[in-house]
C-alpha cells in the first residue's frame, strides 16, 4: 500500500499508550547570566525562556494525533505537581486524552530537564531528571492493571513505552506486563523497553540494536534475535538500526527493511518513538510486518529532521514517501 492509502485509514482508528508518561522541558539559558549566588557562591544557570513537550511515551502519542488517528489516549500515573498540570496540559492541547492517566501525591511526575545554551543552541549541561526510585505504589499498579483490562477493547491498537532505567518506579510492572500478555493475543500491542525487552509476553517487541543485544545477551549470553523473540513469545520482532533501517523478524524470516538516507540527521532524539507510532497503526492497516516497518521508517526519517523530539505530519510523510 501507499503511504496515502495507508494514511488515509487512519481517522477511522484509535490507539492506546500504556506506561511511562514522561514530560519534556526545553530550558534555554543565557550563560551570560552565570553570576554567582549570593547565598551560597554557586554560579547559577540563567533560564530565560521554556517550552515543553509529552515526553516517552507522550511522544508516541503526539506523534499519533500529528498522523491523524481518530481517537488518541494514555494511560499512566503522573504526581500531583507542577509537572503533572504541564504534561496534561501538554496532552490535552495535542487532542490527546488524559481521562485514563491516574493523579496520586505518592509519586512525582516523571520528567526530564534539559538545558540548551541561548548562544550555541547546544544541550550542554547535565540534563535535570525527577524521577521515581521507588515501586510504584500498589494502589497506583492496581489502577492501571483495572484500566487497562476495562479499555484494551475500545482500542485497535496499544502502545506500550517502557521507558523507566531504574531497576524501580516506573509504571509497567511484572502486573501490568501480566496483564499485557492477557489481553495482547490477537491484537495489535507494541511494546518499546529500554531495559526489560526480554520481560513481555504475546507482544510485538520494538527495540533498538542495543536494547535487544543487552536483552539477548542476558538471557542467553550471545546475541540471537530470534532466540529472543521466541523467548518473549512475540508474534513480531522489530530491531531498530539507526541509518541502516530495521530488522523485522517474523516466523521463518528475517527482513532487513532500509530506511530514506539522510545525511545530516538534526535530532535523533525520539526517533524510536516515531517508528513506533507510525509501524504500529500501519501494521494495524496492512497486516504486513514489512510495510508496516517501510512506513514506520517514513516516519522517523521525517522527525529526526527536527530539533527535539519531533513529530510528523500526514503531508511531511507523503512528501518523504514522494507521493
Known sequence: MKAAEILAVFPRLSALVVGDICLDR???YNPATAEASYETGIPRIGVVATGITPGAGG????NLAELGVGRVSVLGAIGEDGHGYEL????ESRGISTDLLIRSDQLSTFTYTKLINATSGVEDQPRVDFINTRPLPETVERQI???????ARNFDVI???????????????????EALAEIAPGRVVVADSRRRAGEFRNVILK???REAACA????????????LRKHAA???LFVTQGPRGVLVIEDGCETQVPTRPIEKPVDICGAGDSFAAGMGMALAVTASAVEAARFGNLVASVTIMKKGTGIASPAEVLAAAGE
Open 88 to 91: 496534561r496540559r501538554a496532552l
Open 234 to 236: 512475540a508474534p513480531l
Open 159 to 177: 502502545f506500550v513505552s517502557d521507558q523507566a532505567e531504574t531497576e524501580h518506579g516506573g509504571v509497567v510492572t511484572p502486573a501490568v506486563r
Open 26 to 28: 526545553w530550558c534555554t
Open 207 to 209: 527495540p533498538n540494536a
Open 216 to 227: 539477548s545477551t542476558s538471557l542467553f549470553g550471545c546475541v540471537d534475535y530470534r532466540r
Open 59 to 62: 511522544t508516541i502519542a503526539g
Open 145 to 151: 492493571v483495572a484500566r487497562l483490562r476495562d479499555n
